[in-house]
């Protein structure tokens, strides 16, 4: 006789199925689970094939995670072993950064490590990274309460009561006026509201960044978290959006999706190309359009100058500013001397520090301050 507390035993692999999916990314709600064992429940299943059909419904794995998805499902319900289960992927987020239209071949692909750091390459290195994101530091935290009241504010389309307005407050002039026999005394005036601007941050994950990559996407993480309306990609030799996985509360399990989502850690450098991606698709377009633009990056781009130099100039063209962080500018005498550097600078409205996480939240803390004065 079972205790009341233990669940029966032909619900094991269920839950076991469930809690397989969680740990391997996918989204497996406890009411997705409830709602598995209810239409196998209502199936009454006569095979696998019909447990498997509903798992498939409820569950609703992307097709670019089918493959991972049917090895869970053959680990718990038929005991076969598991493979090395496919990197986190993204909907369709991820852009590669060359046109195979042109006629050229598409980037090659290393066949032995190289250290990383040391220098931009034109190759593509596709590969998985970890995040470390176990504490939040002073600066992040800094972010977090200053975020709201130092960032680059607009006027938004909503009125308020304001003692500084240009537009009368007619409904209220009339509600003081009832109280004093219709008489105005003083007509109430209304001012825009403000609100925070949109925010772009680009953020270079190349192997020049690679020793800033955790850091870089931490502080990307706390000003997501901080603010409603950021929108984060990375540019290597590919354009990838990590906006959706930054929105996780929890900083450690956001920057592991983010660490799946990113194909092209500390790889090459094709910054022109990726941002050229960028402008290929419509609703990232529409992100840049009167946004406050961060580009974290040291500019050694081996893609070519021109395509960098078109992409920064209709970038600049779409943003209210742009502000790009380069770990080498935190030297008293640093100069853009690279080909990259030099391609961007007539579009760029500053080049700040961007080698530690303090850097780059002083930096876009105070751009604001900065630009009015």
């Known amino acids: 006789m079972t205790s009341g507390n233990s669940l029966p035993r032909a619900l094991e ?5 469930a809690g397989a999916l969680r740990a391997h990314g996918f989204l497996a709600a406890p009411e997705q689970t409830q709602s598995f064992v209810a239409a196998v429940g209502l199936l009454g299943p006569r095979s696998m094939t019909d447990i498997y059909r509903a798992a498939c419904a409820v569950f609703a794995p992307s097709p670019e995670r089918m493959d991972e998805f049917d090895a869970l499902f053959r680990l718990v319900f038929h005991g076969q072993t598991l493979g090395a289960p496919a990197p986190f992927a993204g909907d369709d987020d991820e852009v590669e950064a060359y046109d195979a239209g042109d006629g050229g071949a598409p980037p090659l692909e290393l066949d032995e490590p190289e250290e990383a750091g040391l220098e931009a390459t034109t190759l593509e290195r596709l590969g998985a990274r970890r995040l470390e994101g176990s504490s939040e530091g002073a600066a992040l935290r800094a972010l977090r309460r200053r975020a709201n009241a130092a960032l680059p504010q607009q ?7 304001s003692k500084l307005g240009r537009r009368p407050d007619l409904r209220r002039a009339v509600r003081l006026s009832l109280r004093r026999d219709g008489e105005v005394l003083q007509l109430p005036v209304m ?14 994950v190349s192997g020049s960044m690679a020793q800033q990559s955790d850091s870089n996407l931490a502080f990307a993480h706390a000003l997501t978290r901080s603010c409603q309306r950021v929108e984060t990609f990375t540019l290597g030799t590919r354009l990838t959006r990590l906006t959706r996985a930054l929105r996780i509360r929890n900083r450690a399990q956001a920057l592991s999706a983010a660490a799946g989502l990113v194909a092209d850690w500390d790889g ?12 290929n698709v419509p609703r990232f377009v529409s992100t840049a359009r009167g946004a406050f633009v961060v580009v974290v990056s040291d500019g050694l781009e081996r893609g070519g100058s021109e395509p960098l130099a078109e992409a920064a100039e209709r970038l600049s063209r779409l943003a209210w500013s742009v502000l790009w962080l380069n770990p080498l500018a935190g030297d008293a005498d640093y100069r853009p001397e690279t080909e990259g550097m030099r391609a961007v600078l007539p579009f760029v409205d500053r080049i700040g520090a961007g080698a530690h996480t303090h850097q780059l939240v002083d930096e876009v803390l105070s751009f604001a301050r900065r630009s009015a004065a």
Do not use: V, Y
């Open 13 to 17: 692999p269920f839950l076991r199925f």
């Open 155 to 161: 006027r938004s389309r909503r009125w308020r009561r």
């Open 191 to 204: 001012s825009r509201r403000p609100r925070l601007r949109n925010i772009l941050l680009l953020i270079d």
């Open 268 to 279: 090459g450098t094709r910054l022109g190309e990726a941002l050229q991606a960028f402008f």
